[in-house]
């Protein structure tokens, strides 16, 4: 069973930044597509980017231009560097292979307010 853990989430203003950060337990983390999700209340789930295993990204459109992926396979780590942000994006993020098959982890929220 692959254990995925999110950390880096909290509190803060319109246009500040965070770092958000993922470990997998899985050995074969490199060979896969890894993406963030993020649910805010009352919504679904929804795929924010992509990074596959050469390093190829894919945005959503809400977030291109202020949202970075980035992976370290030798850590089985992923990260979304989070600048910009807006209210619109609190939400809990999660991250997970892209299509989502292994078990969610806990997700770190992600609250932007003044």
């Known amino acids: 069973q692959v254990q995925l853990g999110e950390s880096g989430g909290g509190l803060v203003q319109p246009g500040g930044s965070l770092r958000l950060s993922c470990t997998a337990s899985?050995?074969?983390?490199?060979?896969?597509?890894m993406a963030w999700y993020r649910q805010a209340p009352g919504n679904q789930r929804e795929l924010v980017v992509s990074i596959d295993r050469d390093g190829n990204t894919n945005y959503a459109d809400s977030v291109k231009g202020r949202f970075t992926i980035s992976r370290d396979n030798a850590k089985k780590a992923l990260y979304l560097q989070m600048n910009s942000l807006k209210a619109e994006d609190t939400a809990v993020y999660y991250c997970n292979t892209q299509p989502s098959f292994w078990a969610w982890g806990q997700g770190t929220q992600v609250t932007v307010s003044s």
């Open positions: 899985r050995t074969m983390f490199s060979l896969h597509t």
